[in-house]
């Protein structure tokens, strides 16, 4: 499966952004969709998951309440919205594609479980 993500951009402090990650090829091998971060200086880390048929979701505790992550099937597109975003939430954003099949939608958090990634797009968030 080969994914594109798009979305990001500059905002200030408090506002919001969407993020898109669009699949092609072969879309229903994947079991999750995720997205990840990575900071400038800082090691990627783990965002949000959602089972391919979108109902199963799981975000990181620490951006509970702010972030949410859906998938739409009939446009092979998993979303990220991102809302009172904060300076520390700049970062490169990376959705990825994993075909592990674990039984609990919280085990897909970790790197080394996602065979495909898509480029990453650039989330700036200004004080």
């Known amino acids: 499966v080969q994914l594109q993500a798009s979305g990001g951009g500059l905002v200030q402090t408090g506002g919001s952004l969407r993020l898109s990650c669009a699949a092609s090829?072969?879309?229903?091998?994947?079991?999750?969709f995720g997205w990840f971060r990575q900071s400038p200086g800082k090691d990627r880390e783990f965002v949000a998951v959602?089972?391919?048929?979108?109902?199963?979701?799981y975000i990181v505790n620490s951006l509970k309440g702010r972030f949410t992550i859906s998938r739409v099937n009939a446009k092979n597109t998993v979303y990220l919205q991102m809302n009172s975003l904060k300076p520390e939430d700049t970062a490169v954003y990376y959705c990825?594609?994993?075909?592990?099949?674990?039984?609990?939608?919280?085990?897909?958090?970790?790197?080394?479980?996602?065979?495909?990634w898509g480029e990453g797009t650039l989330v700036t968030v200004s004080s």
């Open positions: 990825a594609a994993s075909t592990r099949d674990y039984s609990a939608i919280y085990d897909y958090t970790k790197i080394i479980d996602y065979a495909s």
């Open positions: 090829g072969r879309t229903s091998d994947p079991n999750a």
């Open positions: 959602v089972s391919w048929n979108g109902k199963n979701r």
